[in-house]
Antibody
Framework: QVQLQQSGPGLVKPSQTLSLACAIS??????????WNWIRQSPSRGLEWLGR?????????DYAVSVKSRISINPDTSKNQFSLHLNSVTPEDTAVYYC?????????????WGQGTLVTVSS | QSVLTQPPSASGTPGQRVSISCSGS????????VNWFQHLPETAPKLLIY???QRPSGVPDRFSGSKSGTSASLAINGLQSEDEADYYC???????????FGTGTKVTVL
């Protein structure tokens, strides 16, 4: 059974960097089949895909256009986890952030999700 | 600003059929498969339909998906009280190179 456990602060100041981690059990961040995603949800923007990383003989990264200049998603094979870093945050980045696995059974097969982390951007 | 448009709300009585539309364009729904997600409060979204019309194991067969051109639909046949939730369509947009979600539809069971 795959489980994704999120960790990270729930409050970030404007202009600072939002950082969250997603620890994986039951699968490997280096899987040749899965992709590891970050998605957020807010009342004003609904669900928004932020980006993903995946390993297919080398690491690949895809980022949403809306955050491409501010985001990085990093795999950590030693801890079997992946992290989200979003810099220069504003109150518009206040949202519930989810990590999610695309299990690879079909395109964009988001089968397992983290528990969600409410991140508030406020001074 | 989402590129997939859904009605903000839909409702029905128990046992009724409810249909939710998702309007896109040739760069997303027109050229990709469509997923649907169910989002209940205080929980993570759940994959309800993948590959436009396939149900993951454990999803009741009262949920069905379809697509025609640049629009997709989710139907709930035999609406139940536990179906009260927000529903989102989603597809890969080949022009944006983004995975885009719809605006979301809140389903209310009357």
């Amino acid at each position: 059974q795959v489980q994704l456990q999120q960790s990270g602060p729930g409050l970030v100041k404007p202009s600072q960097t939002l950082s969250l981690a997603c620890a994986i059990s039951g699968d490997s961040v280096s899987s040749n089949r899965a992709a590891w995603n970050w998605i957020r949800q807010s009342p004003s923007r609904g669900l928004e895909w932020l980006g993903r990383t995946y390993y297919r003989s080398k690491w690949y990264y895809d980022y949403a256009v809306s955050v491409k200049s501010r985001i990085s998603i990093n795999p950590d094979t030693s801890k079997n986890q992946f992290s989200l870093h979003l810099n220069s945050v504003t109150p518009e980045d206040t949202a519930v952030y989810y990590c999610a696995r695309d299990g690879g059974a079909a395109p964009d097969y988001f089968d397992y999700w983290g528990q969600g982390t409410l991140v508030t951007v406020s001074s | 600003q989402s590129v997939l448009t859904q009605p903000p709300s839909a409702s029905g009585t128990p046992g009724q059929r409810v249909s939710i539309s998702c309007s896109g364009s040739s760069s997303n729904i027109g050229s990709s498969t469509v997923n649907w997600f169910q989002h209940l409060p205080e929980t993570a979204p759940k994959l309800l339909i993948y590959l436009t019309n396939q149900r993951p194991s454990g999803v009741p067969d009262r949920f069905s998906g379809s697509k025609s051109g640049t629009s997709a639909s989710l139907a709930i046949n035999g609406l139940q009280s536990e179906d009260e939730a927000d529903y989102y369509c989603a597809a890969w947009d080949v022009s944006l190179h983004d995975y885009v979600f719809g605006t979301g539809t809140k389903v209310t069971v009357l």
